[in-house]
């Protein structure tokens, strides 16, 4: 009876051990995620920054457009004045 006991109490004690084990991570392994982890930072960065360019880019062509429009209507309006 007691060495069912002890045993009971040898696996419960190996069950609730082996998680914690298991979800120790090595230096090398906390490592290699920091790295992919900062790596994965500077891909969203560029990303973003890419986004960012398209967006000004697209705004600056956008009042290029607007301000070219502007210039043909005032030259439009000149013209008729002189007529």
């Not at 040898?10 to 084990?21: C, I, M, T």
């Not at 790596?39 to 990303?47: D, E, G, V």
């Not at 398209?54 to 705004?59: E, G, N």
């Amino acid at each position: 009876m007691k060495r069912v006991a002890a045993f009971a109490l040898l696996v419960a004690l190996s069950v609730s051990w082996a998680p914690a084990r298991a979800q120790r991570m090595s230096v090398e392994q906390e490592q290699r995620q920091s790295a992919k982890d900062a790596k994965k930072q500077q891909r969203l960065q560029k990303k973003a920054a890419k986004q960012q360019a398209k967006a000004q880019k697209k705004a600056k062509k956008a009042q290029k457009k607007q301000l070219q429009a502007a210039r043909k209507a005032d030259a439009k309006a000149n013209r008729q004045l002189h007529q």
